[in-house]
DNA sequence: ACATCTTTTGCAACAAAGTTGCATTCTTCC
DNA sequence: GGAAGAATGCAACTTTGTTGCAAAAGATGT
């Protein structure tokens, strides 16, 4: 069953705006990972540019997202499970899937990340990893 | 032993000129990944800015550098070992570290990404893999 | 070394992306 | 419902990235 929107904004102890719902519902609607442009396009005629960034800013803190890494230049966003830790930095474990023909991003929740082995002297925080490559759908 | 710029440059068949050189040779004296921001504060008495874009683009199309994803929104590059392909998408198969108190982002050569199986019908083209943590000389 | 052809660069102008301050509006909580 | 606090919209701005075109510099033959 998935989440109402302020369902999770109460849990965060967000207040209950019109934005923020819709901006939540857009995430739970599509399924996959948006970039801030994305949601522009849905959005932009309800609310202000600056009115997204800052949501978006806001959830991300929260940790009701999670920033997804890219060698594109753009940040994608997606909603975090249940796992995350309410505030802040938290340690996603599963992997991201980048398909090459939709372009769609998506969290990958049943592929952990394997474990890897630093050099001495490193110390490590967290891992992020995207894999490239044709999605279910697209084959 | 560190390869020259020029020779770089030849191998790929590429003009030398006066901002390839500098801008390779801010990469290898560097020694980790760099933002167009970092070459720019370096270069931008000596090069125009649209000509750092253009010569980032060249090198990453034939294979000089790579780029690193991140997830604040800043792609970093860093100059590929030998074993890259020299033309297009090339698969570095080390992992990037990212050090969250320097702030330096570095290619550990020595730390090869591990194999992961992807869900029943997922092809892979391509594994990115970014660790967050405290390097060696920050401890 | 020189002339020629090709490639690269700088400039200007522009487009897109992201940020900040402040007044107004909306939420929350009593 | 009203007061206090938080979120939003607007405007202005900074930063980042792109494009076209003329001038300059590199490569190649002789």
Redesign the pocket.
């Known amino acids: 069953m998935v989440k109402k929107s302020t369902d999770i904004l109460k849990q965060s102890g967000?207040?209950?705006?019109?934005?923020?719902k819709s901006i939540l519902d857009v995430f739970i609607a599509s399924g996959n990972a948006l970039a801030?442009?994305d949601i522009e396009t849905v959005c932009s005629e309800q609310?202000?540019?600056?009115?997204i960034?800052?949501?978006l800013q806001?959830f991300l803190e929260k940790g009701i997202i999670h920033s997804i890494p890219a060698t594109d230049?753009i940040?994608r966003y997606a909603l975090c499970s249940e796992t995350c830790t309410s505030s802040g930095h938290h340690h996603d474990n599963h992997i991201h899937f980048r398909c090459e023909k939709c372009s769609k991003t998506l969290c990958l929740d049943e592929v952990s990340i394997p474990a890897v082995k630093l050099p001495e002297g490193y110390t490590l925080h967290e891992i992020n990893m995207v894999v490239n490559g044709i999605c279910k759908t697209c084959q």
């Open positions: 967000l207040s209950i705006t019109a934005g923020r801030h442009q609310f202000d540019r600056v009115t960034y800052r949501t806001t230049n940040t």
